[in-house]
C-alpha cells in the first residue's frame, strides 16, 4: 500500500476559522444533537461542511464530553475514505466542527430511495471501508458504529465513513466495555461482555458492522431481525441460535466472505486489510488503485438532486429558535446582559471536559461515558 505523505501535521490543519468568514447557511440535514450547514472559505473558495451544536443543550443532554472525544479523535486522523475535520472552533452558544463536504448523500438514503446497488457498486464500498477501517486500527480507534447512515458517497461515488460521536481509543492489549454502538449492526462480544462482565472487545466489532452493512446494501435487509427494543439478553441467544440466510444468487466467494466477517467469535473474524486481501472474492483488486480512487464507482448520485430529506431543512426554517444568520445580533445583544455568572459556569464545565481529553495519562486509555444507543431500525 502506498502511503500518503504529509507536509504537515495533522494537527496543524485543525485551525480557527476567520472570525469574519462569510458562512453559506443553506441547511441541509438535522440530527438530535447538531445541526449542519454548507460554509464557503473565502480565500479559497472551497466548500465545507460545518457541524455546529449547542452548548446548553450539550451539556443538558450530558453529550459534552462525546463531543470534546470525537473532536480529540478527529484531531489525530485524516485518510482519503473518511469524512476528514479541517476546522474547529466555538463561541459563546455553540461549537463548531468543519469537516469535508460529501454531497452524494448516505447509503441509507439512498436505500430508502429503493436504490437497487449493484454488486460491482458494493464491492467498492467493501474496498473502501476496508481501507478505511485498517486505517482506523492502526491509529488504535474503534469507531463502534459502522453502518449505512454513516457511509457518505462523495459526487464521484466513493464512500467515506463519518460520525466518531462514540468511537473510543485504546492502546495495545486494552479492551473496550462500554455498551455503545446501533443494536442492529453491534457486534455479538459486545453484548456478551456487558451481560457476563467478560473481557471486553477490540477493533473486531468494526469489521462485524461492516459484514452487516454490506450484507443490507447488497440485499436490502439486514441478516437478523434485531431492533432498538430487543434486549441484550435475547440478542444473545438470538446470535447462538439464528443462521444467517444469504441469497443464493451471490456468488460463493461473496458468501465466504461475508461469512468471515460475521463469525460471532471474533477470534475467527476477518478484522483486518490482511485478511481480506485473502478472500478470493477480491483477489484481483488493486488496492493502490482503490487508495487512490481511480477505480470507478458502480453507482454515481445524481448531481441535479437533493441526496437528503428535504423535510428536514424545512423543520430547520421553522422550528430553529436560534438561526444561525441571526447570531451576530443575537451574541451582540446578550453580551449588553447581566448573565455573566451562568456563563462562567458553562465555560467552566466544558474547559473542564477539554482539560480530561488533554490529559495525556487518560488520553488513549480512558473509556469515557457514552450514549447507550442510537436509535434504528
Not at 447488497?218 to 435475547?234: K, M, Q, T
Not at 470507478?296 to 423543520?315: I, M, Q, S, W, Y
Request: hydrophobic fraction near 35%; charged fraction near 25%.
Amino acid at each position: 500500500m502506498k502511503v500518503e505523505k504529509r507536509a504537515e501535521n495533522i494537527k496543524d490543519k485543525i485551525q480557527r476559522w476567520p472570525a469574519k468568514q462569510d458562512l453559506l447557511c443553506d441547511l441541509f440535514l438535522m440530527t438530535a444533537s447538531c445541526n449542519v450547514c454548507i460554509v464557503q472559505k473565502r480565500d479559497t473558495e472551497k466548500m465545507y461542511a460545518m457541524k455546529y451544536m449547542n452548548k446548553q443543550q450539550c451539556i443538558e443532554r450530558d453529550e459534552v464530553r462525546n463531543v470534546f472525544r470525537e473532536l480529540e479523535i478527529l484531531q489525530e486522523i485524516e485518510h482519503v475514505f473518511l469524512v476528514n475535520l479541517w476546522y474547529s472552533f466555538q463561541d459563546e452558544e455553540d461549537m463548531f466542527m468543519v469537516v469535508d463536504l460529501l454531497l452524494g448523500g448516505d447509503l441509507r438514503y439512498h436505500l430508502q430511495q429503493n436504490v437497487q446497488f449493484s454488486e460491482d457498486a458494493v464491492r467498492l464500498y467493501l474496498c473502501e471501508m476496508t481501507l478505511a477501517l485498517d486505517y482506523l486500527q492502526s491509529q488504535h480507534i474503534i469507531h463502534r458504529d459502522v453502518k449505512p447512515d454513516n457511509i457518505l458517497l462523495d459526487e464521484q461515488g466513493h464512500a467515506h465513513l463519518t460520525d466518531f460521536n462514540i468511537a473510543t481509543i485504546i492502546k495495545d492489549g486494552e479492551r473496550a466495555t462500554a455498551l455503545a454502538g446501533t443494536k442492529p449492526y453491534m457486534a455479538p462480544e459486545i453484548f456478551q461482555s456487558f451481560v457476563s462482565g467478560g473481557t471486553g472487545y477490540a477493533f473486531e466489532v468494526d469489521w462485524w458492522s461492516l459484514g452487516v452493512t454490506i450484507f443490507e446494501v447488497l440485499r436490502g435487509w439486514r441478516p437478523y431481525d434485531i431492533h432498538a427494543s430487543n434486549s441484550v439478553e435475547s440478542l444473545i441467544q438470538l446470535f447462538s441460535t439464528v443462521s444467517v440466510q444469504y441469497s443464493p444468487a451471490w456468488p460463493k466467494d461473496l458468501v465466504s466472505l461475508l461469512r468471515k466477517l460475521l463469525t460471532v467469535n471474533p477470534e475467527h473474524r476477518f478484522s483486518s486489510l490482511s485478511d481480506m486481501q485473502t478472500a478470493p472474492y477480491l483477489a484481483d483488486v488493486n488496492w493502490d488503485a482503490v487508495y487512490e480512487k481511480k477505480m470507478e464507482a458502480g453507482f454515481v448520485p445524481n448531481k441535479g438532486r437533493l441526496h437528503c430529506d428535504p423535510t428536514f431543512e424545512l423543520e430547520e426554517m421553522i422550528l430553529e429558535s436560534r438561526p444561525l444568520h441571526k447570531k451576530k445580533k443575537r451574541l451582540a445583544k446578550n453580551r449588553s446582559r447581566d448573565n455573566s455568572k451562568d456563563s462562567q459556569s458553562e465555560n467552566d464545565y466544558l474547559q473542564e471536559c477539554l482539560e480530561v481529553n488533554e490529559c495525556k495519562g487518560q488520553k488513549h486509555s480512558c473509556d469515557l461515558p457514552c450514549l447507550p444507543f442510537k436509535q434504528s431500525d
